[in-house]
């Protein structure tokens, strides 16, 4: 069985970004001491019916995990190594935003065990700042960047890009000083308008208007090329890092491997019994808290993955990533050959048209991986290819 990754919801933000339709929620007064409790309790519960599995990763998200008291991140991570058998190699990701409140922080989350920071930079341009609704400035971004690097031995930040009034010039500009400042890891995120977010109202009434998908796509470009200049390869769709620096804990998500959700709204694989179960908290925060405290979890639903589900996942995660999908593991995870859930002859035209790359038989040990131009379409590609 492959190692566990943990991923641990924090639920709280400063404020709602207007694109955001993330499980974050903003409160006049944090509740710490409850939501601490709750969710050590929770993740002694899951780790009790889990067993002694090895621990690949730990995955504080958000919300935003950097207004956490560092105690609780401290024994959250001392809990994971006492209930799990963390590898000597274990990768702690806490992710933070570039405010003053969180930036005082970042030695007592060093302290503390995390070993791998995520900074929501989201843009070095203050316009654009202001028009995403972030809390920091383009000079706190920067700060947060030095003293991440200062602090951390990995870092990665997030870009979004194909903004309002956004030129491919001015975003070269702006990669590369970005990457000339830290430039392990990059998550590039593009900008969607998303249901029920203040932007759809916005953008519903014309006052909000995204750069077409022409644009989006030489922006997507750009990036690539900035990114390999400073020695970042894209191994993930929206990701790219320096060969060694990829993110262990979302390659588990990709490659389809098992993960832990704890906390409001976190969903979860795990093995149990010999069978593959997806799991879901209770999303609203103080009723995960209610739920925890009178049964010990949040849970609201969990259900056995069928095989063509598996599939369909595996699937959907996989051909995200450079390196595609091995015929053989997939098989494995998934309980049923790998062309056995594609449509053969929306596969042979892509193979044709260059969109994927297929070493080996679908059958057996092959690997079918999706190009560069494959991944530029990739969301269209998949909802014709898989079955």
């Given at each position: 069985m492959d190692p566990l990754a943990l991923y641990i919801h924090w639920p709280f933000c400063l404020a709602k970004c207007p694109y955001c339709d993330f499980n974050s929620h903003v409160r006049e007064r944090i509740p710490q001491a409850r939501f601490a409790a709750a969710l050590r309790a929770e993740l002694a519960w899951e780790a009790a019916r889990l067993g002694r599995r090895p621990l690949a990763s730990i995955f504080f998200g958000g919300g935003t995990p950097s207004l956490m008291d560092p105690a609780t991140v401290a024994d959250l991570i001392a809990d994971a190594a006492r209930l799990f058998d963390p590898l000597p190699d274990i990768e702690i990701t806490l992710e933070a935003n570039p405010t003053s409140v969180e930036l005082g922080k970042l030695a007592a989350f060093r302290g503390a065990g995390v070993n791998r920071l995520s900074?929501?930079?989201?843009?070095?341009?203050?316009?654009?700042?202001?028009?995403?609704?972030?809390?920091?400035?383009?000079?706190?971004?920067?700060?947060?960047?030095?003293?991440?690097?200062?602090?951390?031995?990995?870092?990665?930040?997030d870009l979004i890009y194909a903004r309002p009034g956004q030129s491919v010039a001015a975003w070269r500009t702006e990669l590369d000083r970005a990457l000339s400042l830290c430039a392990d890891h990059l998550s590039l995120y593009q900008l969607t308008i998303e249901p029920g977010?203040?932007?759809?109202?916005?953008?519903?009434?014309?006052?909000?208007?995204?750069?077409?998908?022409?644009?989006?796509?030489?922006?997507?470009?750009?990036?690539?090329?900035?990114?390999?200049?400073?020695?970042?390869?894209?191994?993930?769709?929206?990701?790219?890092?320096?060969?060694?620096?990829?993110?262990?804990?979302?390659?588990a998500y990709w490659r389809y491997a098992d993960y832990a959700g704890i906390g409001p709204g976190a969903h979860g694989r795990v093995t149990l019994g010999g069978e593959l179960v997806a799991t879901r908290r209770h999303r609203a925060p103080e009723p995960w808290a209610d739920r925890v405290e009178r049964q010990g979890h949040g849970s609201t639903a969990e259900e056995r993955v069928a095989p063509r589900d598996r599939a369909r996942e595996m699937l959907l995660m996989g051909l995200r990533l450079t390196e595609g999908i091995d015929a053989a593991r997939f098989a494995a995870r998934a309980g049923m050959a790998l062309g056995d859930a594609l449509d053969a002859g929306v596969l042979e035209q892509a193979l044709e048209a260059g969109y994927l790359t297929q070493d080996g038989s679908t059958q057996g040990g092959g690997r079918l991986a999706a190009t560069a131009e494959g991944r530029l379409r990739l969301d269209a590609l998949l909802a014709q290819l898989v079955i």
């Open positions: 900074l929501g930079v989201q843009s070095l341009d203050g316009e654009a700042l202001r028009t995403l609704g972030r809390e920091h400035s383009a000079g706190q971004a920067v700060a947060a960047l030095e003293a991440a690097r200062a602090t951390f031995p990995r870092v990665s930040f977010t203040h932007f759809e109202a916005r953008h519903r009434r014309g006052e909000l208007v995204l750069p077409d998908d022409e644009l989006a796509a030489e922006l997507y470009v750009a990036t690539a090329d900035a990114c390999a200049a400073h020695g970042l390869l894209p191994y993930e769709v929206s990701n790219l890092a320096r060969p060694g620096a990829e993110s262990r804990h979302n390659l």
